[in-house]
């Protein structure tokens, strides 16, 4: 089976508790997860022409695409079971729409839920999950 991956900003705790979210609804095991800060993903970064310096967007592969901001979270909710692929109808609303609504938040995530001193480092359990 092919999976996909997400990168992640590691020092955001809106993130982490988003990956931890995340991986308690990927039962399958569909998604592996890696911080945008580290080796692995500051290459997937650099080999997809993407800012090695932006770690406003969950960015995530998925069937040989990147999809990144809104499309992303979207992305990802697609991917999950039960409720969560519901989420995805809001695909039809215009990416700029969706981006700038994504952007506000991005922006205030770390005044809004605090940030960490060091990246999120995964359980014994969670690490054949990370990359």
Not at 1 to 16: E, P, T
Not at 62 to 69: A, C, L, P
Request: charged share 25%.
């Amino acid at each position: 089976m092919q999976k996909g991956l997400i990168l992640f900003d590691g020092y955001c705790n809106f993130c982490s508790r988003s990956v931890n979210f995340i991986l308690d609804q990927d039962k399958a095991g569909y998604f592996q997860f890696t911080s945008l800060q580290s080796d692995a993903g500051q290459a997937f970064l650099k080999s997809h022409g993407l800012k090695l310096d932006d770690f406003d967007s969950f960015v995530v592969y998925d069937s040989g695409k990147v999809y990144t901001h809104s499309s992303a979270a979207l992305q990802i909710a697609h991917r999950l079971r039960g409720a969560w692929k519901a989420l995805y109808v809001f695909k039809i609303v215009p990416r700029p729409i969706r981006d700038f609504f994504y952007a506000l938040f991005a922006k205030n995530r770390y005044r809004l839920f605090g940030k960490r001193e060091q990246c999120r480092v995964p359980t014994a359990e969670e690490r054949s999950r990370f990359i």
